[in-house]
């Protein structure tokens, strides 16, 4: 069966800090598909990114950036330099290849909270 | 484009009442599927479908109908509201992964209470 862990329900840190948020993921598939959302206060759904099981490549945007470790089964989401606006529940999701980026199957979330 | 369109916000419903949460879009995406969202439970997979007239069940399908008549909409409906129901509901609708690497969209939600 798939399954996400992420197991920090709530981080807290002051603007400036670097954050990294862990996902932990289960599953039998050789292919699938990472995500990671963040959700907002005003509560909307926000793509940050996918990634596919084959390509182990580290990904940076700006002051976002995502490790993938297929050998510790973990995509681990950093965010440098925290600003206020980072603050949103971040969900880490997984899905089979035959159902990529439709049938997802989402972390509990973490809620990031960063103060000025 | 507006996306991926969802109707009502809000809704209160009695335990016993049924209804329908509709969801539209107009990106002619082939993908569409209801998630509803509980505190300190992430999103779960209600139903989904991979093209107009098939579906198929997620993770937590009972309780719940879908259809999919047209590549556009994908309404969800409660036969008779319990208060477990009580949640918010999104609905997401995406390209063919097989044609592109592109993301799952989301509408902005239905936040349902159920007394």
């Known amino acids: 069966a798939q399954k996400v862990t992420q197991a920090q329900t709530e981080i807290s840190v002051v603007e400036k800090e670097d954050v990294t948020l862990d996902c932990v993921y289960e599953?039998?598939?050789?292919?699938?598909?990472l995500f990671w959302y963040k959700q907002p206060p005003s509560g909307e759904l926000v793509f940050l990114i996918r990634?596919?099981?084959?390509?182990?490549q580290n990904e940076i945007s700006g002051r976002y950036s995502w490790n993938f470790q297929k050998s510790t089964s973990s995509f681990n989401f950093t965010i440098t330099a925290s600003q206020v606006v980072d603050s949103a529940v971040y969900f880490c999701?997984?899905?089979?290849?035959?159902?990529?980026?439709?049938?997802?199957?989402f972390g509990k979330g973490t809620t990031l909270s960063v103060s000025s | 484009n507006a996306g991926v369109t969802q109707t009502p916000k809000f809704q209160v419903l009695k335990t016993g009442q049924s209804m329908t949460l509709q969801c539209a879009q107009d990106?002619?995406?082939?993908?569409m599927s209801w998630y509803r969202q509980d505190p300190g439970m992430g999103l779960r997979l209600i139903h989904y479908?991979?093209?107009?007239?098939?579906?198929d069940q997620g993770e937590v399908p009972n309780g719940y109908n879908v259809s999919r008549s047209t590549t556009e909409d994908f309404p969800l409906r409660l036969l008779s509201a319990a208060p477990s129901q009580t949640s918010v509901y999104f609905c997401?609708?995406?390209?063919?992964?097989?044609?592109?690497?592109?993301?799952?969209?989301f509408g902005n939600g239905t936040r349902l209470t159920v007394t």
């Open positions: 997401a609708s995406s390209y063919s992964p097989r044609d592109s690497f592109r993301p799952l969209h």
């Open positions: 599953t039998r598939d050789t292919t699938y598909y």
């Open positions: 990634r596919n099981s084959f390509d182990e």
């Open positions: 999701a997984l899905s089979e290849a035959n159902q990529a980026g439709t049938a997802l199957i």
């Open positions: 990106m002619n995406h082939e993908y």
């Open positions: 479908s991979v093209g107009a007239g098939i579906t």
